[in-house]
């Protein structure tokens, strides 16, 4: 599979870690074409919901949808 920057992907997030969840959910890739192409072994996604809050704070960005 071919992972690009600024694509959205279903991730299996399992095991859960500490607090952070772990479950399919959407993820957007963060990191470098570069990066990947040069075969480096993991990949920077930002996990997604489509659950929203209305104070979302300065951690959560949402992304628009398109």
């Known amino acids: 599979m ?3 920057r600024g694509y959205v ?5 399992n095991p859960q870690i500490k607090t952070k969840r772990g479950k399919l ?3 957007l890739v963060l990191q470098s074409d ?5 075969g480096y ?3 920077i996604v930002a996990p997604a919901t ?3 809050v209305d104070d979302p704070g ?4 949402r992304v ?3």
Not at 34 to 38: N, Q
């Open 34 to 38: 570069l990066v990947t192409e040069a």
């Open 50 to 52: 489509t659950k929203l």
């Open 25 to 27: 959910r959407p993820g």
């Open 64 to 66: 628009k949808k398109g």
């Open 41 to 43: 072994p993991s990949t």
């Open 58 to 61: 300065i951690l959560r960005l």
């Open 2 to 4: 071919e992972i690009k």
């Open 9 to 13: 992907y279903i991730i299996d997030f």
